[in-house]
């Protein structure tokens, strides 16, 4: 496809299939060039480098974080929408969670999404750094729970391409990870009750547990600031001791 031809949404659509496809390992102008049956020179007028093509395909993605209306739906829905919308954009996109550990993100769908979170957390009450620390707590958890299975993708894919047989290679090292967990009381119990004896697998739910679970403390702290005097002073005791 010649250069004049090509326009930048091709480009990045294209981007995001081949990185969805082969990871952040798998995209480069050749590569591309050819999924688009053009030349990879002629990418170039549209696009700097790989790293302003990974912001280009990350920022497009963010379009699939649905923004709840905060005028029909309370704080805590608004949240749960938005957390579980963003946890299936990145697992759908698992890459995506290794470009955030390589390069800086950025856009104006991304700017967005963090626009929205904000007015989430201070639609509850959060104010100033403190909306910042709600909408970071919520973020940095979806996050970490999508890692394990960014990483699996990963694994899967570098084993593959490298000639072995993937799930041979993972169930070897479960097995080995296993014996060492049966020299501990607690994995050793957990191990028992799993009949895969895959101790590392989380439990069915776990992000929904999880999230509530913050969610629940968010509001907890809220709670806490509307309690008379002495109940509030307990409630921020409380607090201390968890922290």
Known sequence: MPRDTLTREQIVRAAIELL?????????????????DSAATAVYWHVKN??????????EVW???????????????AATVMAGDLYRMVTTHPWLVM??????????NKARHDDHSLAVFEKAGFVGAEAD????????FVLGHAIGLSATVSVNRRLTNAGRNAQETIREAMTQATEIAMRFPHLRERVDSFAAGDYGAAPEHSFEFGLQAILDGLEHRLGARSLPLPDRAGAEDLDSVHR
């Open 20 to 36: 969805d496809a082969e990871g952040l390992e798998g995209l480069n102008m050749r590569s591309l060039g050819k999924r688009l």
């Open 50 to 59: 790989k790293d302003n093509l990974v912001i280009l395909a990350s920022n």
């Open 63 to 77: 379009n699939e974080v649905g923004l709840p209306d905060l005028d029909t739906v309370d704080w805590r829905t």
């Open 99 to 108: 470009a955030f550990a390589s390069q800086p993100l950025y856009g104006e």
């Open 133 to 140: 620390q709600a909408a970071a707590a919520v973020f940095t």
